[in-house]
């Protein structure tokens, strides 16, 4: 069975472009996952015809509306009113939401004002949405015919467990929806969408369920196998061959599954190996060491960084001898490789990695362009180095050098 | 003079949750500003009849439609037959757009496929949006009635040029909008939103033109004057006196206008100062140094920094005493400062910043609970120690530490 329906978020302030509206993306989202199509998304301001309007005219295609936003106590909330309106139903007062909402109130030690009381109000006839995180309790109203309004409060931290909880399991026992989509990521890096296509495009042609989609991000590709099946257990059976197959064809750039990190692989990586880090870092200015420490229990292994921005600090603090500054410059194989070891002995940990680039926007010649970073990865044994010439503003290539950073120094302790 | 229109994404990935349609609000807040009122927003999938009606359904409520997305060269680029579907017209070749599209793939080195031929078709009578950033033009089509549709592309970088350029422009003629919206941006730090909704209620009720807004982000406020004028010049003198009355207001709180950031402000007080600075980071792992160092033109006043998240660091990198973290622990105000006086005196800066706390989720204890953290500066003549505890998980600590640093620094450096 399937069930369709359309989104509609309540603001006007959504309008303005002064907020991206996060939840429409977050329901599709889950939505998606649970088997029900969305076919239409669309966001209106504070205007009771003109929410109306739009509701009436999804209905008309759809099975139902689901609603965001405009539950609240102020005279600008008016998706109640609007759904009344577009399913030709009064309110009602819902006296358990009212009794739940005065204990709430109770409970903060604030007093509850009367304009508070109509949000204990719901559409005749409708089913109510618990809120036990605010005030407003969400409904699902009906019209003549069973299609369905799902209202609900805009708040993320009172939407979302409501959606979750309440609105999900509603529809997908209503209308008998048995499957599920579940999702499988397999994370890679050091290797450019084309390349993951041509080594997959057979795969990719002839697999319907699971379905696989390449998602690019920044220096990084993700491929999403989607297998639609009644339990997490039937998706897992029809995703492993698949996902053996993939990770054979892209051999050595899979950092990590799911939702696993570069960062958190590389934490990980470091533990199993029984090894400790230290980073220096010129242009990438400390993203290096936040994207590590962003890592729960990074410390275990993550000893500490330098930001090494003036070459006084690469001489006192690295042990870069000023003969290598001067003969070379400050962005240069033999620099980065002196940061490296020199923050391996500092530190005294086991790998050590250095980035030294020219960031931008000024700084550039034309032997050293802007966006030229060298890399070097010093484990005590060997010395890795090399460079790249990013593209982009400032932000971008700092962005892109810590990626390929991480890249970097996860192939560097990646079994073979 | 005013015009109303309605916005439609197309795309089916706008309707699983795969990604966030940046497009929107962007488009959303550039007509804002431009006196274009939004009065809805909708996304469809890549569907020709769905695409038609949502169009159609829009243009019965406002002048005017404009659509992003869909103009590729693929089968599933379906905006263009959804727009003569909906104006009721044909297609028609559009010849100089025919020959643009080859130059373009000339100047690439690529082969003109058939399918692109597609996209040098318009909408019979169409006002073509020439595109010189990419291969499909966008066009302006019209009903009998004299309604419009604006199709752009969905890729940003073709789109916000057009947008920009031909589109606003065309509507600010077409419908004799002279006003524009002018905007300019107080930034605060260290001061809540309900205190400065205290501080200038009376403004913010009084004011209708130019309008006050208070946009709270994590540990900063924006206060927004929005000017409606027909220049830059007049809205400037609107803002002005408002401007002036509401820094008088939040006095010590304001810390730039408009586009500089907390970092850029910090950077431009250490140049006009004089003064160098250095920062050693526990808990906030190289957050800070990476704020600052995004700002262009740091490294005139940002010597490095330190990371020094293992206890060896501490000691062997910055001098703090063995004693010192025996007695009162990593996490203390003892540690911060002598952190602080050691950046500063191992780096021979103007002025050390030193951030240690416990950004969970392990490690806390009854009396130094996760989120405590422990800030010190230190400019060779005073030195300043604060404690605070922040809520939230792990990435919430360390943001609203680095946050609060930057906030502590600028209130450090700024002049009284």
């Known amino acids: 069975m399937s069930v369709r329906v359309e989104l509609v978020a309540v ?9 991206t509206d996060t939840n429409t993306v977050y329901v599709a989202q889950q939505l998606a996952a649970s088997g ?9 301001g504070d205007n009771r015809a003109r929410i109306a309007a739009t509701i009436r005219a999804a209905l008309e295609r759809v099975d139902g509306v689901i609603t965001t936003g405009g539950l609240g106590p102020t005279v600008d909330d008016l998706t109640k009113e609007a759904v009344c309106d577009a399913l030709g139903l009064e309110t009602e007062l819902h006296e358990p939401s009212l009794r739940q909402m005065q204990e709430f109130f109770a409970a903060m030690g604030r007093e509850m004002r009367e304009n508070n009381r109509k949000q204990a109000e719901i559409p005749r006839g409708a089913r109510v949405l618990e809120n036990p995180r605010g005030t407003a309790p969400g409904f699902i109203a009906f019209d003549a015919a069973g299609k369905f309004v799902a209202s609900m409060p805009g708040v ?5 467990p409501m959606l979750a909880e309440l609105v999900i399991p509603y529809l997908r026992e209503r209308f008998a929806i048995r499957e599920a989509i579940y999702t499988r990521f397999l994370h890679t890096i050091n290797i450019g969408e084309s390349e993951i296509d041509h080594r997959i495009d057979d795969l990719f042609r002839a697999s319907e369920n699971p379905k696989i989609a390449v998602l690019a991000h920044e220096g990084q590709c993700d491929v999403k196998i989607m297998a639609k099946a009644a339990s997490r257990e039937e998706a897992e059976a029809m995703i492993a061959p698949l996902e053996r197959e993939i990770a054979a064809r892209l051999d050595g750039f899979v950092y990590a599954r799911d939702d696993e990190s570069i960062a958190a692989a590389i934490v990980r990586l470091l533990g199993e190996r029984g090894k400790t880090l230290g980073t220096v870092e010129s242009c990438t200015g400390g993203r290096l060491a936040s994207a590590l420490t962003a890592v729960p229990g990074a410390s ?5 960084g330098v930001v090494a921005y ?5 001489i006192h603090e690295l042990g ?7 003969e070379h410059g400050a962005v240069s194989e033999a620099t980065a490789r002196a940061m490296a070891r020199g923050v391996r002995e500092r530190l005294g940990v086991g790998v050590g990695i250095a980035t030294t680039g020219i960031a931008g926007p000024s700084g550039g010649s034309p032997e050293k362009p802007v ?7 010093d484990d005590g044994e060997q010395v890795q180095a090399r460079s790249f010439q990013f593209r982009g503003d400032r932000d971008a290539v700092q962005r892109r050098a810590t990626v390929m950073a991480l890249g970097l120094l996860w192939r560097a302790l990646a079994p073979r």
Chains 1, 2 share one sequence.
């Open 11 to 19: 603001g006007t302030e959504l309008l303005l472009g002064q907020l």
């Open 36 to 44: 029900i199509d969305v076919l239409g998304t669309h966001a209106v």
């Open 156 to 160: 993320p931290r009172e939407m979302k």
């Open 300 to 304: 275990a292994v993550f000893m500490g």
């Open 310 to 314: 003036d070459n006084a600090v690469k």
């Open 320 to 326: 870069v001898a000023e003969g290598t500054l001067a």
């Open 371 to 377: 966006g030229l970073v060298w890399f070097a990865i």
